[in-house]
C-alpha cells in the first residue's frame, strides 16, 4: 500500500502537481490566499521548458498555430526535416488523430474562435501581470524592448497581413516598417534579403525566465511552501479529497488538486477518466554569449519559425516544432540549423561557444490551453498546454486557478478553454 506523507491534521489544502511557471505562479496565489500548498515536480522547479524558453511575455500572439496558411506551407516545411515544423516518420502514425484536430481548427470559423479566446485570455493575463511582478518582487527583471517580424518579401508581409488586421481590431499596437534603411533603425545588422516588417512596442520579455521561475519558487518555500520532488503517476479523486499517487510508493492527498504538469498533464488526466489530446512540441534553442551581436529587440523570422532575444547575459536563438514525443533522444541538429540561419540572417553575429538546449512544449491542436475544472471531478483543476505562451499565460492563468480554487467566479469565460471541448 502506498505510503501517505501527510497526516490528516496537517495535509495541504492544495496540491500542484507541477513546478514550471504555471504551477509556480498558481503555487504562490494560492499561497498568499492562506492555502496551504504543496507542489509536486518529478524533477525541481523550472527544470523542463520554463527553464530554456525565450523569455517573452508575448501578448500579441493571439493567432493560432492551426490556420489555413500553415496548412498550405505544412508540406514544404515537413520535407525539410530541419524546417520549422517537423515531424519524425516513427511517430507520425501515432500523431494521426492530433493532426487530424489541428486540421480541423484550421477551418476559419475555428480560427475566428480561437483568436477572440486567446485574446481574451491575453487582455486577462496582461493586466494581471504587472500587479504579479510587484508581488514577488521581479518588477526589475521586465524588458520592454519590444518585438521586429521580418519579412524576405512583399508576398511573406501580403500573407500576414489579414492576421495583423486582426490584431489592430483587438487594439494590439504595431507598425509595418518598409525598407532596409527603415528597419536598420530599429536593429542594425540585418541582412540586406530583408523588405519589411512589424515591429510591436509593447512586446515584454523577462531578463531571464528560468531565474525568474527560481525567485518564485524560493518566495514560495520561506513563506511556508513545500516542494517535492516526486514523479506524479495517477489520481484518485472521492467527494472528500484527491490522492496523488507517485512513482516510488508515495502519496499525497488534499482537498484539490490543481493539474499544472506541461507535457505530461494529459497523462494524469487520463486517470482520472479525462481524455485530452495534448502533444509534445520539442523546441530548441542555443544560448549565445552577449558579445554574440548587438541586439536591440527581439527578432522573429516567422518564414522560418524562429527567434532571436536577448536572455540574461546572454543572446538565445531558438523556437521551430518538432512534434516528436517525450521518449525520443533529442536531435541537436536542429538547434544547429537555426544558428546557422541566424548566421545569414545577422552577417555579424559570432555563433561560436553557444549552449544547445531541448525542452517539451505542452501543446493542444487549436492553441487554447485546457483551465478548468476536470470534467469528472469537481475537486481536480487543469491549467496546462498553453504551447509556447506558458510564460506569457502565467499571472492570468494562476489568477483564475485561484478564483476557481476558491469557489469565486472565474474573471473571464472559460467555456473556450474547457477540458472536453475536443
Sequence with gaps: MAKMAYQQGNRPDVIVVGAGIIGLSTAFL?????????LLDRKGPAAEASRGNAGAFAFSE????????TLRKAPKWLVDPHGPLSIPPRYALRLAPWMLRFWRAARPAQVEHGIRAQSTLMDHSKHAL?????QTATGSMLRRDGNLELYESAAEFE???PYWEARRQLGIPFEHIRGAYALSEIQPGLDKRFVSGTFTPEWYSISDPHEYALTIADIFRNRGGQIEIADAMSL???RRNVTVRCAGDRSFAADRVVVSAGAWSHDLARTVGDRIPLETERGYNTTLPSAAFDLRT?????????????I???????????LGGLNAPPNFARAGALLAKARLFLPDLDTEGGTPWMG????????????GRSPTSERVIYAFGHGHLGLTQSAGTAELVAELVSGEPPSIDLEPFRADRF
Design 360 to 371: 517539451f512544449r505542452p501543446s493542444l491542436p487549436d492553441s487554447l490551453p485546457v483551465i
Design 62 to 69: 493571439v493567432i493560432p498555430l492551426a490556420t489555413p496558411g
Design 159 to 161: 500573407a500576414t497581413r
Design 30 to 38: 494560492l499561497q498568499r490566499n492562506k492555502l496551504r500548498v504543496l
Design 312 to 322: 540574461g547575459s546572454g543572446i538565445r536563438v531558438g523556437g521551430a516544432v518538432e
Design 298 to 310: 527581439q527578432l522573429t523570422f516567422g518564414g522560418h519559425g524562429f527567434v532571436v532575444t536577448n
Design 130 to 134: 504587472l500587479p504579479f511582478l510587484k
Design 236 to 238: 484518485s479523486a472521492t
